[in-house]
């Protein structure tokens, strides 16, 4: 209940940030003469369709108390809900970077420059307002998938065949949903990133040097702004993420392993 208690805490008292958050967006919006907000949570969504079948099973099973299922089914809502409003966000500045990087030319350039840097705006204040969240969720998660697959190493012999099933089905979600966190992130970080490179390129290739005398344009490269998505200022939510929590988790199972009784191995 931490990740849900702590989420609700956190955007309440950063509710005039999320006001400021929306207004950019629709201030780039405008800009950029009201084209249409791609907004897409459709990845958490469907994982949050698969386990609430799997809620009702557990449910229905008289091995877990029904007010235990009840209780992590709320939790499981709330974190979807955070996660889903997350990746929407990032998806929308997403298409925005795309759109701007696609139409941009001489006579949208400096335009094109101001909403790059509202955008820029747009993540940093996402990022301080999901960053608690985002440190608890990578944790938990890693935290719960390191501990499956050791109970699956050592304990699989001891589960029914619909156990077995649900444990394999929960590890594949759990690590779907640290796959789509760390995806949206990448992909905004990108594209930021390669408007910069086309922005770059289009100074350079403009014989009159108009571009270059644009001291807006110019001084969006000094200092340059980098686009980055960190949780509490230490973990970067990037794919070396993902190998990282790969390798540690294959280090601690293998030290854990190395500890457990032989039987339970057999």
């Known amino acids: 209940m931490l990740l849900p208690t702590v989420s609700i805490f956190w955007l309440w008292i950063n509710l005039k940030k999320f006001s400021?958050?929306?207004?950019?967006?629709?201030?780039?919006?405008?800009?950029?003469?009201?084209?249409?907000?791609?907004?897409?949570?459709?990845?958490h969504i469907v994982l949050f369709a698969i386990i609430t079948p799997l809620?009702?099973?557990?449910?229905i099973k008289i091995a877990i108390p029904r007010i235990v299922v009840?209780?992590?089914y709320f939790m499981m809502t709330n974190v979807y809900?955070?996660?889903?409003?997350?990746?929407?966000?990032?998806?929308?500045?997403?298409?925005?970077?795309?759109f701007l990087e696609k139409s941009l030319n001489d006579s949208?350039?400096?335009?094109?420059?101001?909403?790059?840097?509202?955008?820029?705006?747009c993540c940093e204040?996402?990022?301080?307002?999901?960053?608690?969240?985002?440190?608890?969720?990578?944790?938990?998660?890693?935290?719960?998938?390191?501990?499956?697959?050791?109970?699956?190493?050592?304990?699989?012999d001891?589960?029914?065949?619909?156990?077995?099933?649900?444990?394999?089905?929960?590890?594949?979600?759990?690590?779907?949903t640290v796959w789509v966190v760390v995806f949206h992130c990448h992909e905004t970080v990108q594209k930021a990133k390669s408007f910069d490179k086309a922005l770059s390129r289009l100074v350079l290739n403009d014989n009159t040097n108009r571009l270059l005398r644009n001291k807006k344009i110019?001084?969006?490269?000094?200092?340059?702004?980098?686009?980055?998505?960190?949780?509490?200022?230490?973990?970067?939510?990037?794919?070396?993420?993902?190998?990282?929590?790969?390798?540690?988790?294959?280090t601690y199972i293998a030290i854990m392993v190395q500890f457990t009784p032989k039987d339970k191995l057999k």
């Open 108 to 121: 949208t350039a400096l335009k094109w420059v101001r909403c790059h840097e509202v955008l820029g705006t």
């Open 55 to 59: 809620f009702i099973i557990e449910f």
């Open 70 to 72: 009840i209780s992590l």
């Open 125 to 156: 204040i996402v990022n301080r307002c999901y960053s608690p969240q985002l440190l608890i969720f990578i944790l938990s998660n890693f935290s719960y998938i390191t501990s499956t697959i050791y109970l699956i190493i050592t304990d699989w």
């Open 158 to 176: 001891y589960y029914t065949q619909d156990d077995q099933k649900i444990s394999l089905l929960w590890l594949l979600i759990s690590s779907l």
């Open 81 to 98: 809900l955070i996660l889903i409003q997350f990746t929407s966000i990032l998806a929308t500045v997403s298409s925005f970077y795309s």
């Open 20 to 43: 400021k958050l929306f207004k950019r967006l629709k201030e780039v919006e405008d800009l950029i003469n009201k084209y249409d907000l791609l907004t897409s949570g459709k990845y």
């Open 218 to 250: 110019i001084y969006h490269f000094k200092p340059k702004r980098e686009v980055e998505f960190l949780a509490m200022g230490f973990l970067s939510f990037d794919y070396p993420l993902l190998f990282r929590m790969i390798s540690t988790a294959t």
